[in-house]
């Protein structure tokens, strides 16, 4: 083990924050309704009823900056990456709206990580449903301070893939941005609106599916410098990626991508949630233990109070525990 990997901050890629003033803009638009019966739908009103309730008790440390870090405390991270609540993306909105919520999102995470600049790094958000509108707004996130942007798995009508979305790439390469893909909502729709499956399957269904658009498609080939975090692991790509390279070796409409669609794992990073041991291990395995960050998903109910306790239990060598608890974060965020 490097003495820089041990001594390396413990960092949090994957945390949350809410901001009023991006609701307050939105409030009262049709599109926010009919957007709003569509989650109503997809999730089904048994998880609406706990939904609310959860993310009321938890505003103050989704608002806070002093609560987050005295939270940030108990559970020993002295870094996090703060991206907006994925409730913020509104890719309904039409192009002037739209921009008005992306910039108020990046003007306000800055806002709330300038309050604790040692200790808090922040992303912000680009309209995907907008791709003319992208580079503009990931430019406006960097010349806050910001390190990059978060992205759901897909806006509507556009994949991935979408050729549209080709200057966002290049864009990001170029200046190093980090992209943070974290889907919201699933298109499985009514199939999932029971037992919270819009959650549990839902959410590593888009990760998995998102990932397959961007490296079968070639992007990762063309984008070979991408700094590009998933969410939750991957979802179910990772440790399923056999089936892949499989197609990819057998069928010819599934080789459009330069190399084995496992091989572009190691170009991609993840974070460690995925709740449980065996699989992240498995992650760290498929995906290399200098791709694999910590996360938390803080402070939501599906995310995990203890990060630390969660990484340990994966039982991983000294070195890759030490590279995931931070020192591959750092190197990412190019802090000293």
């Known amino acids: 083990m490097t003495a820089t990997a041990s001594s390396a901050p413990t960092i949090d890629v994957h945390a949350h924050l809410l901001l009023p003033e991006v609701e307050e803009t939105v409030a009262g638009h049709p599109g926010l309704v009919a957007a709003s019966a569509l989650d109503a739908r997809r999730n ?56 008005r919520v992306c910039r108020l999102a990046n003007e306000g995470t800055a806002a709330h990580c300038a309050k604790a600049p040692d200790r808090l790094a922040g992303l912000g958000l680009v309209p995907l449903q907008h791709p003319s509108l992208a580079v503009e707004l990931l430019d406006h996130a960097l010349d806050q301070g910001l390190r990059g942007v978060e992205i759901s798995s897909h806006a509507p009508a556009r994949e991935l893939s979408d050729p549209a979305y080709d200057p966002l790439w290049s864009r990001a390469e170029e200046t190093g941005a980090l992209l943070f893909l974290h889907p919201f909502g699933c298109t499985l729709d009514e199939r999932l609106d029971q037992w919270y499956l819009s959650n549990t399957v839902g959410q590593p269904t888009e990760n998995a599916v998102a990932l397959s658009h961007l490296i079968f498609s070639g992007v990762m080939d063309r984008h070979p410098g991408l700094k590009l975090i998933a969410a939750h692991g991957g979802g179910y790509l990772p440790t399923h990626i056999g089936r892949s390279d499989h197609a990819w070796r057998a069928r010819p409409d599934a080789h459009n991508c330069a190399q084995e669609p496992s091989s572009y794992l190691r170009q991609l990073h993840f974070d460690s949630l995925v709740h449980d041991p065996y699989v992240l291990r498995e992650l760290v395995r498929a995906a290399g233990p200098d791709r694999v960050l910590l996360g938390s998903d803080f402070p939501f109910d599906m995310g995990t109070d203890d990060p630390l306790d969660a990484l340990r239990a994966a039982d991983l060598t000294d070195h890759d525990f030490h590279s995931v608890r931070g020192a591959n974060a750092a190197a990412l965020l190019n802090l000293a």
């Not at 938890?58 to 940030?72: E, G, H, K, N």
């Not at 405390?73 to 509104?90: K, M, R, T």
Request: hydrophobic share 45%.
């Open 44 to 99: 089904g009103p048994a998880a609406l009823a706990v939904s609310g309730p959860m993310v009321g008790a938890r505003v103050p440390r989704l608002t806070d900056a002093a609560i987050r870090l005295t939270a940030m405390d108990a559970q020993g991270v002295d870094i996090q990456l703060v991206s907006p609540s994925p409730s913020h993306y509104h890719y309904w909105a039409d192009p002037q709206l739209a921009e």
